[in-house]
């Protein structure tokens, strides 16, 4: 097979890569080692920063998107008992904050994809790439067949722990790594929503979160040890805990069955640079935040935008300027939300080994920024979303 981005990953990165080249007139192939139904079906967050939503709306995507997703004016932060608003829309100029699960986002790239003839190969094994320098090719094997694709760059959206990240030399890239000493127990509840925003409780017993997928079933999460089994935390743990980190007047949290449970690691990575040779690496592969600032899918957003006006610069003028800079193009940004995504992070959790300084100090923090409009102003800047660069590379 010969293509012109041959792309290792059908998330969100590598399916919205592939769906902007096709507006482009660039070819391209998908291969991933799931199967469509699993990449369907596995149920993940999405909180949409605003320029992630005008991007896919933008790209003939947002048609399903205006109708089944939730929007929110802002958040709230909850603690020492007391619930504040943080009104993202009235301190961004009317940005919102949009939930619409990943796995919904994927649904949409792929029917796109299909539709529009686009190739894409699941539960593929065996995948390797070879020869980023100069002639790169995807190797892999598919319904008992080996398979070859040719291609002019390779664009590598397969994770943090995909093929494509450890294809560059160890000696060529620096990594940036910071692993938390907690992490989160997810569950996944049948029950109407408790709240009409995202709640994020800080409390003496470690952080919590109440989000909603749909009317109908919720997303919560609970400050863990990293370490914790799913048989470590039965049902009635669960809500015990649940209830008494979210605790407020005149409010109640809605119980309902609990149909899938999860510890989630949290960490921070960057790999720099982005990319060798003909090699582009994107979303996970490059980079990874820990969800309390929600930033995960919208940077993997940010960089196919960069990679996919890039590439159509290159194939329209034959210029390698964008393709030269994408990492520089891309990086600072990066490295904003893996600040704004850290800030969250020790804001809102209990660390190990905290004194009751580092909790009146956190207390304080947390009073500070609900009671500055200044600092109200930034977190709903960086929640929603720096706006996107005019010209990227």
Known sequence: MQTQVGIVGAGPAGLLLSHLLHLRGIESIVIDSRSRAEIESTIRAGVLEQ???DLLTDAGLGSRLAREAIFHRGIYLRFGGCT??????????????????????????????????????FGVTSTSVHGIEERPSIRFRHEDRDHGIECDFIAGCDGSHGVCRSAIPSNLIS???????????????????SSDELVYASHPRGFALLSTRSPTLQRLYLQCN??????????????????????????????????????????????????HGRLF???????????????????AVSDVRVLSQALDRFYRAGTREGLEAYSATCLPRVWKAQRFSWWMT??????????????????????YVVS?????ASLAENYVGLPFDDNPA
């Open 84 to 121: 504040h608003h943080v009104d993202m829309e009235a301190l961004t100029g009317g940005k919102r904050v949009t939930i619409y699960p990943q796995h919904e986002v994927l649904k949409d790239l792929i029917a796109a994809r299909l539709e529009a003839g686009g190739e894409i190969r």
């Open 372 to 376: 500055s409009r200044h600092a109200l």
């Open 51 to 53: 320029g992630t939503v």
């Open 175 to 193: 990594r940036h790594e910071r692993v938390y000493p907690f992490g989160w127990f997810g569950v996944l509840v049948e029950a109407p929503p």
């Open 281 to 299: 690496l994107a979303g996970d592969a490059a980079h990874v935040v820990p969800p309390t600032g929600a930033k995960g899918l919208n940077l």
């Open 346 to 367: 020790t804001l809102l959790h209990r660390g190990e080994g905290d004194t009751s300084f580092d909790e009146r100090r956190r207390l304080a923090e947390l009073e």
């Open 226 to 275: 990293p370490y914790d089994r799913i048989e470590d935390w039965p049902d009635d743990r669960v809500w015990e805990e649940l209830h008494a980190r979210t605790v407020a007047d005149d409010w109640t949290l809605m119980e309902g069955p609990i149909t899938q449970k999860l510890v989630v690691g949290m960490r921070s990575y960057v790999g720099e640079p982005m990319q």
